[in-house]
């Protein structure tokens, strides 16, 4: 079993940042797929980013070269720090877990781990 909680939503600009916090406890986290999926108001859920046990990240296009997936594993927390936000990343973000690869841009209809969200929002 593993228990996820993330932190650090809030509300930004366009242009602006913010950084993403998934607090993991339970079993081994360092040896689980991590990931960030995101879910607007009347859109489905989409994988945005996964990091794999041996520090491999992924993401979908959208948001490459705005978003980062990190991870610490002596401190069992994931991350994702984002820049240059727009107003379409606007969505609750929840944190993810699997022992098999997360993919960016799946739904994660078999992800058995998920926290309970953090709303991101941003203004134009």
């Known amino acids: 079993q593993v228990h996820l909680v993330e932190s650090g939503g809030g509300s930004v600009q366009a242009g602006g940042s913010l950084r993403l916090s998934c607090e993991a406890s339970?079993?081994?986290?360092?040896?689980?797929?991590m990931g960030w999926f995101r879910q607007a108001p009347g859109k489905e859920r989409e994988g945005v980013a996964a990091?794999?046990?041996?520090?491999?990240?992924t993401y979908i296009d959208s948001v490459k070269g705005r978003f980062t997936i990190s991870k610490d594993n002596t401190k069992n927390i994931l991350y994702l720090a984002m820049k240059s936000l727009k107003p379409e990343d606007t969505a609750m973000y929840y944190c993810?877990?699997?022992?098999?690869?997360?993919?960016?841009?799946?739904?994660?209809?078999?992800?058995?781990?998920w926290g309970q969200g953090t709303q991101v929002t941003v203004s134009s």
């Open positions: 993810a877990a699997d022992i098999v690869s997360i993919e960016p841009g799946s739904f994660g209809l078999s992800i058995p781990y």
């Open positions: 339970g079993s081994k986290y360092s040896g689980y797929s």
């Open positions: 990091i794999e046990p041996d520090g491999s990240a």
